[in-house]
């Protein structure tokens, strides 16, 4: 799904991001950098009870390490068209082709139904 030739991006601490959500190993959740990298969310931010798989949340990273990151989800989650078109893109990037095509197809369909809207 992710490019491992994508060269990794300086993050830095305070620097604002918009995460996609996704599922995690068991019941939790997690997000992914384009590099790979996981972004993990603070269990003891208030909206984290209100995360889960599909949506997207704009978030503070709080701590950096070198496969993974700690973000502060800093707003609501947003369920709408740019969350599911990501999650498109995600998936149009994967290795298995049929996948691949199936994303394309539907993201073209979503926005097909936006510009009707």
């Known amino acids: 799904m992710y490019n491992a030739e994508v060269q990794m ?10 995460v996609l959500v ?10 992914r ?8 969310f603070n269990r003891e931010n208030p909206i984290f009870q209100d995360l889960r798989p599909g949506v997207m949340v ?11 990151i700690i973000v502060d989800p800093t707003s609501p989650p947003d369920t709408g068209v ?8 995600m998936v149009s990037e994967s290795d298995n082709w049929e996948m ?17 809207s």
């Open 9 to 18: 991006r300086e993050i830095s601490l305070g620097e604002e991001m918009e």
């Open 22 to 31: 996704l599922k995690g190993k068991g019941e939790s959740i997690i997000g």
């Open 33 to 40: 950098m384009r590099d790979g990298r996981v972004i993990l």
């Open 58 to 68: 704009n978030c503070r990273v709080s701590f950096v390490a070198q496969n993974y």
């Open 82 to 89: 740019k969350a599911i078109k990501l999650g498109l893109d």
């Open 100 to 116: 691949a095509i199936l994303s394309q197809a539907m993201k073209y369909l979503v926005e097909q139904l936006e510009e009707l």
